[in-house]
């Protein structure tokens, strides 16, 4: 015969087991994270996406998998990349680029994915609006052409005689001719010269400098900035990453501010929304960045105005 304190103690024994069952049933997600570039290259954008997943309450490692994959800059390596995460069967994929969106828009149509940024996502063919995307991709859009002609307008403020520029860009980037309509009028207006060169392969950086959103042109940065100051050349870029490693001037949207945002679109989707219905984000936040070093370097003196407008000053 059984006693109270030892059907208590069975009764314990039980719900200890089924606690135990239940924490092991509970899936942590898994989430990939695909980048044509390299983790050092965009140390700051990983860094604000941790960020933004901590603030929701996410802990890579605790309630959390996050599977990284970095193409390096060879964008072949983006389709067996995009197959790894597939055959993982992870919860979504976050993309770090527009030909990481393209390789895993072509890989999988039931996997969600979250855009960390995008130039164009209606003109690349990811999303059927903005206000509803209508498939397995959403997120943030990055695309602003104005700003192209705000660079330029600052370049005309910075040098006091800018007669021609030459437009680093990527003709394969999904609103590149928006970007160039932009440019071109301004550069009318100012009676600026534009010279245009299409830099598709690392070989063909050589001249400079207004530098427009390219894969090729982040991974090279360095040999970027190097060149100009080699050359004398004020140069504008479209990310202060350039700044960062010795570039001039940088004006545009802020990548760090959308790659924290990004993360509400993980935890959406992870409670349970679909791709299909969260709106595509456009950018908020706009920064200035001016490199004091890099302009002494060329003889440049950066006018107090300017410098008063900028969001960071590189000294």
């Not at 899936?27 to 140390?43: D, E, F, N, Q």
């Not at 609006?129 to 700003?147: K, Q, Y």
């Not at 392969?201 to 530098?211: E, N, R, S, T, Y």
């Amino acid at each position: 015969m059984r006693t109270g304190s030892q059907w208590l103690l069975i009764l314990l024994t039980l719900a200890s087991v089924h606690l135990a069952e239940a924490q092991q049933s509970k899936k942590i997600p898994r989430i990939g994270y695909l980048s044509s570039t390299s983790a050092s290259v965009t140390s700051s954008r990983i860094n604000a996406f941790h960020e933004g997943l901590r603030e929701l309450g996410y802990v890579e490692g605790k309630n959390l998998v996050i599977e990284w994959r970095f193409a390096e800059g060879k964008l072949d390596r983006l389709l067996a990349l995009t197959a790894e995460l597939v055959r993982l069967n992870v919860d979504m994929i976050v993309s770090a680029s527009t030909p990481v969106t393209a390789a895993v828009k072509d890989a999988t149509v039931t996997i969600p994915v979250v855009m960390a940024h995008d130039p164009d996502p209606v003109s690349s063919g990811f999303v059927a609006s903005l206000a509803r995307p209508g498939g397995n991709i959403t997120g943030l859009a990055s695309f602003a052409p104005e700003l192209s002609g705000k660079r330029l307008e600052v370049l005309q403020e910075i040098t006091a005689r800018l007669a021609r520029v030459a437009l680093l860009g990527y003709s394969a980037e999904p609103g590149y001719v928006k970007v160039l309509r932009e440019i071109e009028l301004a550069a009318g207006a100012f009676n600026v010269q534009v010279q245009k060169l299409d830099v598709l392969h690392p070989k063909d950086i050589g001249k400079a400098f207004l530098v427009l959103n390219s894969p090729v042109f982040i991974v090279h940065r360095k040999e970027l900035a190097d060149l100009a100051i080699r050359n004398r050349l004020p140069a504008m870029y479209y990310s202060p990453e350039f700044v960062e490693d010795g570039g001039l001037i940088s004006y545009g949207v802020s990548f760090t501010d959308l790659y924290r945002r990004a993360p509400t679109y993980v935890d959406k989707i992870l409670r349970g929304a679909k791709p299909a219905d969260l709106p595509v984000e456009q950018p908020t936040k706009f920064e200035l960045v001016i490199n004091l070093k890099a302009a002494k370097q060329i003889g440049l003196t950066i006018p107090p105005n300017v410098l008063a407008r900028a969001d960071r000053v590189i000294k």
